[in-house]
Nanobody
Framework: QVQLVESGGGLVQAGGSLRLSCAAS????????MGWFRRAPGKEREFVAA????????SYATSVKGRFTISRDNAKKTVYLQMNSLKPEDTAVYYC?????????????WGQGTQVTVSS
């Protein structure tokens, strides 16, 4: 059983930056591909970014490519999402996820989510 706890959300102005963190406990962190998803008000949860076990491969949604960067520190059992040039449409609850497979990325564990609000 893997527990995921996100942090780092908050309120930021458009054009600003935030870094989300997701700390894992239980299980073997380096056995999991990790990802970030988000759910905006009134919308379904959508994929944002993913990173492979070693960090050698990453994948991004088109809407965030070039602005967001996913990374991981296996020694700290933590995955990060650096979000730059934030837009109001990035406002959402952001969820961390763990998957035992890379392709397809099938979520086995979810975090509880952290709110990101981008004001215009």
């Amino acid at each position: 059983q893997v527990q995921l706890v996100e942090s780092g959300g908050g309120l930021v102005q458009a054009g600003g930056s935030l870094r989300l963190s997701c700390a894992a406990s239980g299980g073997t962190f380096s056995n999991y591909a990790m990802g970030w998803f988000r759910r905006a008000p009134g919308k379904e949860r959508e994929f944002v970014a993913a990173i492979s076990w070693s960090g050698g491969s990453t994948s991004y949604a088109t809407s965030v490519k070039g602005r967001f960067t996913i990374s991981r520190d296996n020694a700290k059992k933590t995955v990060y999402l650096q979000m730059n040039s934030l837009k109001p449409e990035d406002t959402a609850v952001y969820y961390c996820a763990a998957s035992s497979s890379w392709s397809p990325f099938e979520v086995a564990y979810w975090g509880q989510g952290t709110q990101v609000t981008v004001s215009s």
